[in-house]
């Protein structure tokens, strides 16, 4: 293989492989078919670039060589499967040439994929892993240590989402415009999910995982660009805004950094702009919505530098979210922000309306918050019982250690 061959083809393989793969999926009709051509294809590739040259459209040529692979395999295996024949003469008579296959065909492929592994028919667990499998190209392995389960675990519901997507018959399809904003929720929502569990992880050593951060920002930037509707971009601000703190919210040793000590420097300048502009964009488009809002929240925050915040705005656009999306950890948040604006009083009792109606009751940040503010008001042994409390609920390594320091602190 000659050298230019074979880094052309190491490049497509490892960032196209997945719009390849999106596109071999509609024209086969399911995932381990098309999983089967994208092999063929790249071994074809191997085989064929080095002695040809690298065609004037790799994406196209990978499709067209994906395709009349499964082709020839399906009529290998027709003395078995009698329907195989008939698959393999439809697909053989609609084959386009690589010519034909364009940047929007190729985009549009990508889009119908990440709505078809988002589809409210699946469960909420198995969206996410096929999505981060199919779309994303996350190993089984990966998922499994992302989200604190076994290989086999992930490996199932991966097998049983795409049975239940092979057995109902679920349409690989952009839904049509009378139900995209529903399904854009379902889209939405797991790309936050596993921003989420990247931007603060649920347990283990550390406070991040920033792989799996830029896969969900990755995802977002992805929706933008298919799909630029309000929700989509405010959702890729939110991630970009918050993701520019990564590098201040721990410190050299691992530990956790709240906010006010966090070193502004460390913040990454260039995603809090092009966040900012995003929110911009998102609101001058019209009616905005959750992702939007919290975004702006955050805008808020990163324009500041700690002593200039906005403390109305912010409190204002949290009884904007709460409107749009009510929620106890949006209330919770609130709390927090009416404590800066009006003293570490008044967010208390904000906090204690919220477990008073019994919600948050097992969510270890509530009672940290109310600790950290019970300790800026001087009440400390009731400050000291909060941390407890939340030490209790914690599973996640730094937070139980800024915690047992809080308690050193107070004790």
């Known amino acids: 293989m000659s050298a230019a061959a074979g880094i052309t083809l190491e490049t497509v393989y490892r960032t196209e492989k997945r719009r390849v793969l999106a596109t071999l999926i509609r024209l086969l009709g399911g995932f381990e078919r098309a999983e089967e051509a994208l092999h063929d294809a790249f071994a074809a590739a191997a085989e064929q670039w080095p002695r040809d040259g690298v065609p004037k459209n790799p994406l196209a040529w990978l499709v067209s060589a994906g395709r ?57 667990d198995a969206q996410t892993a096929l999505t981060l499998r199919e779309v994303c190209g996350l190993t089984t392995e990966e998922i499994a240590a992302a989200f604190l389960s076994s290989a086999p675990t992930i490996a199932q ?60 920002i990755r995802l977002g930037r992805l929706l933008v660009a298919l799909l630029p509707d309000p929700e989509a971009i405010g959702l890729l ?33 260039q995603q809090i702009e092009e966040g ?23 805008a808020e925050h990163a324009a500041s530098n700690g002593m200039r915040t906005d403390w109305n705005r912010v409190v204002s656009l949290y009884d904007l979210l709460l409107r749009a999306q009510p ?16 003293g570490p009083g008044e967010g208390i009792k904000l906090i204690e309306a919220i477990f008073a109606r019994g919600e948050l009751a097992d969510y270890y940040p509530a009672h940290s918050a109310k600790g950290e503010l019970l300790r800026r008001a001087g009440r400390t042994a009731e400050a000291v019982a909060s941390f407890r409390q939340a030490l209790k609920l914690t599973k996640q390594g730094p937070a139980r250690d800024f915690i047992e320091k809080r308690l050193a602190e107070l004790s």
């Open 327 to 342: 929620s106890p950890v949006a209330e919770l948040n609130r709390a927090a922000a009416v404590a800066m604006r009006d």
């Open 157 to 216: 519901r991966i097998v049983r989402a795409k049975s239940k997507i092979r057995d109902e018959k679920i349409p690989y399809e952009t839904p049509e415009k009378a139900e995209l904003a529903e399904r854009l929720e379902y889209v939405l929502r797991v790309v936050y999910l596993v921003f989420n569990e990247g931007y603060a992880a649920s347990s283990g050593a550390s406070v991040t995982r920033s792989d799996l951060s830029a896969e969900a």
């Open 276 to 298: 900012t502009a995003l929110v911009a964009r998102a609101f001058a488009i019209g009616e905005v919505g959750p992702y939007a809002i919290q975004a702006a929240i955050a």
């Open 68 to 124: 009349f692979k499964a082709i020839d395999r399906m009529r290998r295996n027709a003395r078995h499967d009698a329907s195989l024949t008939e698959l393999a003469m439809r697909l053989e008579t609609e084959a386009a040439g690589p010519d034909e296959m364009d940047e929007q065909t190729i985009a549009d492929d990508q889009l119908r994929l990440i709505f078809t592994c988002c589809h409210p028919a699946l469960p909420a």
């Open 237 to 269: 601000a939110l991630m970009l805004l918050h993701d520019s703190r990564r590098a201040a919210r721990t410190g050299t040793d691992g530990s956790v950094v709240l906010f006010d000590d966090q070193d502004r420097a460390l913040w990454n300048r």
